[in-house]
């Protein structure tokens, strides 16, 4: 079970905005940034995110319900600016892995014990849509 409803709302309240500011700096952070499905409005969402074979894998810390998550898919894509450099990425797809292996192996156990076993896959735009 990922971290509780109550959780993402007092981070995107309060904590998110100190995270949009270090998170694009930080190994292991990213911010997302991805507009709204309804209102088209520009959103910036910081992330667990990590490199992957063919682009990047996020952490679905508060569930693969989350607006965001929502967002990304209905869009086909979002940027991601991680460690300084931005990338436009695209065929978002949600994995299922109790054994978090697309993570690395320091991160795992963290993750177990916030119960977190969905992730987001993405890959650069210009990747060939292989195996969707």
Known sequence: MPAPRW???VNRRFTNHVMRVVAPRLPGFGIITHAGRRSG???RTPVNVFPAANG???????G???DWVKNVIAA???ELERRGQRAHLGSPRIVHDETRRQV??????????LGVSDFL?????DAPNVGR
């Open 121 to 125: 896959t993405l890959k650069p735009r």
């Open 76 to 78: 086909g894509g979002c």
């Open 41 to 43: 409005r520009p959103y």
């Open 104 to 113: 690395p192996a320091p991160v795992r156990p963290f993750l177990g014990l």
């Open 7 to 9: 959780v993402a709302t």
């Open 64 to 66: 693969a319900e989350s």
């Open 56 to 62: 990047y894998v996020v952490a679905l810390t508060y």
